[in-house]
């Protein structure tokens, strides 16, 4: 079962806008990570927040958590053709099982 | 720096026949995740392994199992299989209590359908 979900569950944009993705989940968490998927293959990592950050960078993109909301988002500024991907949120529990727990994604589409 | 290496790309099997897929992690790490990703969907935890012990295991049956072999590569075996076992089989490399803090390298998938 999933943990959370993502919302919204498709975006499509223009090249050069902003692209702002949430997610919600359910239970205390060690850390929120980001992930990329292209065309259904192998997921890349793209940041990792700490239950005790509220934000962080890394490049084009911007990353907030909000632990008492229990829920992130994720921005992707001036978006380019090769950000479409669908995107996921995973969480790894405070307590128990170190293993990524996935939302259910948002499919990024950027228009030229 | 080879990433994590997953074997075959795509496979086509028939209903009750059994599957073996394999995964060779990056370098320097030594744990490796095994993930199913239903059409659609995101990636469920299957089971982890470490010092070649199962250490996880998700919510799925018996009918998968696995192996972590002393170079820590592993195998993912799928026994009867069933048309619901059709999905991507994401492999995720790390190192040992890493995980918390930088992440998990996955590799680029075996899609498996079953017919």
């Known amino acids: 079962s999933q943990q959370g979900e993502e919302d919204p569950q498709a975006l499509s944009i223009q090249e050069g806008e902003n692209a702002t993705m949430n997610c919600s989940y359910k239970t205390s968490i060690n850390n929120l990570q980001w992930y990329r998927q292209n065309s259904g293959r192998g997921l890349v990592h793209l940041i990792l927040?700490?239950?005790?950050?509220r934000e962080k960078h890394s490049g084009r993109l911007r990353v907030t958590l909000d632990t008492s909301k229990k829920s992130s988002s994720l921005l992707i500024t001036a978006s380019r053709a090769a950000d479409t991907a669908s995107y996921f949120c995973?969480?790894?529990?405070?307590?128990?099982?170190?293993?990524?727990?996935f939302g259910q994604g948002t499919r990024l589409t950027i228009n030229p | 720096d080879a990433g994590v290496t997953q074997s075959p790309t795509h496979l086509i099997k028939t209903r009750g026949q059994q599957v073996t897929l394999r995964c060779s992690p990056k370098s320097g790490h030594d744990t490796v995740s095994w993930y199913q990703q239903a059409l659609g969907q995101g990636p469920q935890f299957i089971f982890q392994?470490?010092?070649?012990?199962?250490?996880q295991r998700g919510n799925f049956p018996d009918r998968f199992s696995g192996h972590q072999f002393p170079n820590y590569s592993s195998e993912l075996n799928v026994n009867a299989l069933l048309l619901g076992d059709s999905a991507l089989y994401l492999c995720a490399s790390s190192s040992w209590g890493g995980e918390t803090n930088y992440g998990y390298t996955f590799g680029s998938g075996t899609r498996l359908t079953v017919v």
């Open positions: 995973a969480t790894v529990a405070l307590e128990g099982a170190q293993k990524l727990v």
């Open positions: 927040i700490r239950s005790n950050e």
């Open positions: 392994y470490y010092e070649e012990e199962e250490r």
